[in-house]
């Protein structure tokens, strides 16, 4: 069946470093890749998505490719800031509409 | 504003009470689903609506039921059965297509604690 596997965390960073989370999945066919935010206390909000291999995903500075020939989908930011620090999760839409998530990456940034 | 929402954000309930958790969009979207989180656990799958009067387990249906009796809701009713109901559930809403650009839109969660 599909699966996501994510880093884990928690990821610590100073202000400004460079961010790299890294996602890889198996799935049957051609699913779409998503990595969502979740800040302490709330739902999901999508960060970004792509729907076809060498898509990339782009969004509030972060951004991610839809590597086919690695089955990855790894989040990357080149400056990270303070409010950046949330959970991410990696996740796929196989069959019917469903999504198959990651267990998350925690990411706290530090002044 | 179009969007998801969630009712109580907070919720406790007493061992052996029926307790429903309500979702509501006004996004106009043919598909509902509700996931279940845990500490250090990504999203599970409960159950899933594509459409009106018509909705189909997830992957940990047992304790739990739902209706869909109008597009814009889709209640959860965690059960006596459930055995560990204490967790995070998030509500999720798409246009629920099959394309490869639908896309699922959450709620902001409703935290039951069963005391």
């Known amino acids: 069946g599909d699966s996501v596997t994510q880093m884990e965390g928690p990821v610590t960073l100073s202000e400004e470093a460079f961010l790299t989370i890294n996602c890889t999945y198996t799935?049957?066919?051609?699913?779409?890749l998503f990595w969502y935010v979740q800040y302490p206390g709330e739902g999901l909000q999508l960060l970004l998505k792509?729907?076809?291999?060498?898509d990339k995903g782009s969004n509030k500075g972060f951004e991610a490719t839809y590597r086919k020939e690695t089955t990855s989908f790894h989040l990357e930011k080149g400056s990270v800031q303070v409010s950046d620090s949330a959970v991410y999760f990696c996740a796929l839409d196989g069959t019917a509409s469903k999504l198959t998530f990651g267990t998350g990456t925690r990411l706290q940034v530090t002044l | 504003d179009g969007g998801i929402t969630q009712s109580p954000k907070y919720l406790f309930r007493k061992e052996g009470q029926n307790v429903t958790l309500s979702c509501e969009q006004n996004?106009?979207?043919?598909?509902m689903y509700w996931y279940r989180q845990d500490p250090g656990q990504g999203l599970r799958l409960i159950y899933y609506s594509q459409i009106v009067n018509d909705f189909q387990k997830g992957d940990i249906a047992e304790g739990y039921s739902v209706s869909r009796e109008k597009k814009e809701s889709f209640p959860l009713t965690v059960t006596s059965a459930q055995k560990n109901p204490t967790a995070f559930y998030l509500c999720a809403s798409s246009m629920g297509s099959g394309s490869a650009t639908d896309t699922q839109y959450f709620g902001p969660g409703t935290r039951l604690t069963v005391l």
């Open positions: 799935a049957t066919g051609y699913p779409s």
């Open positions: 996004l106009n979207h043919d598909a």
């Open positions: 792509a729907t076809k291999a060498d």
